[in-house]
């Protein structure tokens, strides 16, 4: 697939949920969100149908994001299921790494080749403070389960958060060359505003290059993180709503009012 731009889009991130267990400051409101019914998710068999249609147009590599994808509930199915659709050469997926240690081995088994964890700060009070919920034990437990596992190379996405000024960033660079891991930093970004920038150590926010769309836990198909713009595969049918988001792809993102990051994906 060539986009208006001649970009080839080789990479689709999918939204399994919009449910997660935590609740980052610059993720979730405090308050919770409104969540999807069940009947508006998409079922694992239809997710995959969408991987299996957008294959034959081109896709190569599938990111499971959410949310929190280990939340969502057939996920290491769901992966196995990917790993049999032809043309499908990667499956990775971002999480917060809560849950790992419990999946990490039977993911690998099921197909998945790689992970990104979230980690924002080391400092155990600070995290659960950033995340609201959450224990940072498990997120290491859950690295040395994808280590163990061989989920690798294991990225660690930080974002450098408004919400706090103590993160220790040299801390975390420190943890990540000591174990190992590829670090990534992110700046905090605002999808009403149209704020972001390239990931440091990524490729992700540099539009020159961008080779993706979206598919969310609803079945719209987004063109990109910064636009208002989607196409749902239950309305238009999945090779439609494939072509009208390529389509719309814009050359660069400008902002996305419509969505946030929890049922997005970030």
Do not use: W
């Not at 997660?20 to 998409?42: A, V």
């Not at 060359?177 to 970004?189: A, C, D, S, Y």
């Amino acid at each position: 697939m060539l986009d208006s731009y001649n970009r080839r889009i080789t990479y689709l991130r999918v939204s399994v949920t919009d449910r997660c267990n935590l609740r980052c400051r610059y993720c979730m409101p405090e308050d919770g969100i409104h969540l999807l019914k069940h009947d508006e998710i998409l079922s694992l068999e239809e997710i995959v149908e969408v991987i299996r249609e957008g294959a034959k147009l081109g896709l190569k590599k599938i990111r499971l994001t959410g949310g929190e994808p280990l939340v969502r509930k057939g996920i290491v199915q769901l992966v196995e299921m990917i790993n049999q659709v032809d043309g499908i050469e990667e499956i990775a997926m971002t999480t917060n790494g809560v849950l790992l240690n419990k999946y990490a081995s039977d993911l690998k088994k099921a197909g998945l080749k790689r992970v990104n964890i979230s980690l924002d700060t080391l400092d155990e009070k600070e995290f659960k403070s950033i995340t609201r919920l959450g224990n940072l034990n498990d997120v290491k437990k859950g690295i040395v389960a994808a280590q163990n596992a061989g989920l690798t190379p294991i990225k660690i996405n930080v974002v450098k958060t408004k919400f706090s000024n103590k993160q220790n960033i040299e801390a975390i660079e420190k943890f990540c060359k000591e174990e190992g891991l590829n670090i990534r930093f992110i700046h905090q970004m605002d999808l009403e505003t149209g704020d972001f920038s390239v990931v440091e150590g990524g490729e992700g926010g540099n539009c020159k290059i961008c080779n993706r769309l979206r598919l969310m836990a609803n079945g719209d198909v987004k063109p990109c993180l910064f636009s208002n713009s989607g196409y749902n595969v239950k309305k238009y049918g999945i090779k439609e709503a494939f072509q009208l988001a390529l389509g719309a792809k814009p050359e660069e993102g400008s902002m996305n009012q419509n969505h946030k990051f929890y049922n997005i994906g970030g």
